[in-house]
Structures are given as C-alpha cells and as structure tokens.
C-alpha cells in the first residue's frame, strides 16, 4: 500500500470524541469516542436494516395494497377464473344455440347450413363437417319426413312393419362394460350399463308390467310387453316402482339401478331386448 493510501486510511480511524455538555451547568452528559470508520459503518448498517425492515413490512403486511398499481393476489385471481368460466359459458351457449338451430331445422325439413360461423375447426371440409351429422339426427328426420310431425312417440309406433320402426328411449345413460353376445360360452343376452348410484331406470318404449319380481340370480327384475311382440328387460335394480299390469309411457321411469342377484359384480343395469322371441342387440337400437 502507498503512503499516501495509508496514511488516508489512518486518518480514517483516528479517534473523536463526542461530548454532549449541559448548557447552564457544562456538566458532561455523555462522551462518545468515534471514529470517521466508525461513524460509516454505523449508518450505513442502520440504511441497511431501514430498507430491508420497510421491505418486510410491505410484502407480508397488507399495507401493499396500498401501493398504487399493486393489486390483491387473491382479487387478481379471482378475476382470472370468472374470465375462463364467462369464456367457457359462451362457447357452451354457443354450442346449445347450434344444436337447437340444427334440430329446428330437422324437424322443418330444411337443410343444414354449414356455412354459418361455428366453433368447428375451420380445417375441415364440408364432407367431413356433414359426417359429423349423428345416426339419431337421420332417423330423426326419416321419421319426420314420413310420420305426424309433432307425435313423434305416437306416429312412429303406430302399426309398425319392422323393429326398425320403432323411436326407442334410453332405459340408462351411462358406460357400456358388457355388449350382446350370443357367440359366448355363456351366451351374455344383453347389454350391462354402469352408471351413478341411485340412478333411475325408465322404460324404453310404452307397455305394460308382466313381471316384476325378486330372483336368486337377477336380484329385482322388471319386464315390460310393447307392442308387435317387443318385450324390454331390466335387470339388477335396487328398487322397483311398478307392478305386474301397469301400463307405462316411454321414459317413464319404472326402477333405480342397483347390484342384486348372484350374477350382479356391481352397480348396473343389464338390458335385454326380445322381438318375437329373439334376443336382440340392444346397442343396434338405443344409445345410452
């Protein structure tokens, strides 16, 4: 280190004294020995303690909020999750506007404008947005076409040439874990339709109760006569709400799902379809 270096730190720690004196009396209050070095650290830790103490008590304390520009975390959000469900809620609404101007238009007899602005990627073209078209919208409007146009239910099944003739409700909306298959070792004659506990069962076409009764192997079981020798069978129920010679409509609910009978693993329904004493698949018909 130079001379003139040193001799610059040196004078940096020579020794001061600080003496506070009475006015009147010059009696000596207090006497303080400092130094330059001394009295620099000194302030420049109490400039350190000052800014990170206003620091804490801005961050943790709610006086933040006070800081113009600075918002609430729990406000700003709040505000983001009602932007993505208003955002969501119009593209559901737009959706539900769509589906109802498309069935209006089924129902009319008048074609399908596809060139109206819609969520459907742009991308596709127009054979492939027209295969979207589902199979029930078709026999929809088949049946439109050539029946009564406002009772659907009743036009459709009156006098019936074919199974085909028939509008079927959904007995269950739901999972499909089990399908109809007569190639099976054990013949499974039906459909099995998992859904939520307690949901209700409804019948799939209008007819009337010819069983409804406890078995060892089908716990509670309901079967419904439809007309032109359709019967609809429902199996596994938890509770039955008709009796033998009740007449029901199509939808009427008849039973609540459940997981009895010996042949039951869990919470289902499994549905049968007979037409003329064949077993039918019911998934050719209904969708659940």
């Known amino acids: 280190m130079s001379r003139p270096k040193k001799k610059k730190f040196q004078k940096l720690k020579h020794k001061y004294r600080l003496v506070i004196l009475n006015d009147d009396t010059f009696e000596e209050k207090v006497s303080l020995r400092l130094s330059r070095l001394n009295v620099f650290s000194i302030v420049g830790v109490s400039i350190i303690f000052l800014i990170t103490a206003v620091t804490l008590l801005i961050a943790f304390t709610p006086l933040r909020e006070f800081i113009p520009g600075y918002a609430n975390v729990n ?29 209006k238009n089924i129902i009319q007899g008048n074609p399908i404008d596809f060139n109206q602005e819609t969520h459907i990627d742009s991308s596709l073209d127009y ?4 295969n979207l078209r589902s199979q029930e919208d078709s026999i929809l409007r088949t049946m439109v076409e050539t029946e009564e146009k406002y009772n659907l239910f009743a036009s459709a099944n009156k006098n019936p040439s074919t199974i085909s003739s028939f509008i079927f409700y959904s007995p269950l909306k739901g999972t499909i874990t089990n399908s109809f298959n007569m190639k099976s070792a054990n013949k499974h004659l039906g459909t099995d339709i998992v859904a939520p506990k307690n949901e209700p069962i409804k019948a799939t076409l209008e007819g009337t109760v010819i069983f409804a009764e406890w078995t060892n192997e089908s716990g509670y079981v309901i079967q419904l006569q439809h007309e032109n020798n359709l019967i609809s069978v429902y199996k596994h129920n938890s509770i039955l709400h008709k009796k033998v ?44």
């Open 245 to 288: 010679g009740d007449r029901v409509s199509a939808g009427e609910i008849i039973a609540i799902i459940g997981n009895t009978g010996e042949f039951s693993s869990g919470p289902h329904l499994h549905f049968e379809l007979w037409y003329n004493g064949i077993p039918l698949n019911p998934e050719e018909y209904i969708s659940f």
């Open 75 to 103: 406000v700003r959000k709040t505000g983001l999750q009602n932007a993505l469900k208003v955002d969501s809620m119009e593209v559901v609404l737009a959706e539900k506007q769509l589906y109802i101007d498309n069935i």
């Open 127 to 130: 054979k492939s947005i027209t």
